[in-house]
């Protein structure tokens, strides 16, 4: 199992809103018990363990973006730093590395600005 994004896949989403619905309503109506808190732990520990430990360690994006929106508030609006910074870091990472002749460029000017301040 790897820390990751998860990948999205158009089809699961379709399917987990759509065709599950009729499926949890024949469950419910023979086991009184199904969907309720904590069952998976009951009916299969090994898979509930292995999705506890899944769900914590990796994110999509839908992760991130309700994230993001839920620390908006009407009155005041406040942001998830370490989701902010994280993604932060990641677009200068990317940018870096895209444009990597523009990068190694502006270090040599800095170095050069550096050193010659550092002379005087």
Known sequence: MKFRLRKPSLKKTISAR???NYKRRQKKAINPYYGKKGMGWINNPKKAMYNKVYNKIS??????????????????????????????IIVVII?????????????????????FIKLK
């Open 59 to 88: 994110f999509g994006i839908t992760d991130m973006i309700n994230s993001i929106s839920k620390t908006h508030t009407s009155k005041q609006i406040t942001t998830n730093t370490s989701t902010v910074t994280i993604i932060g």
């Open 95 to 115: 940018l870096l590395l895209v444009f990597w002749q523009y990068t190694l460029a502006l270090l040599t000017v800095f170095g050069l600005l550096y050193f």
């Open 18 to 20: 759509t065709t599950g």
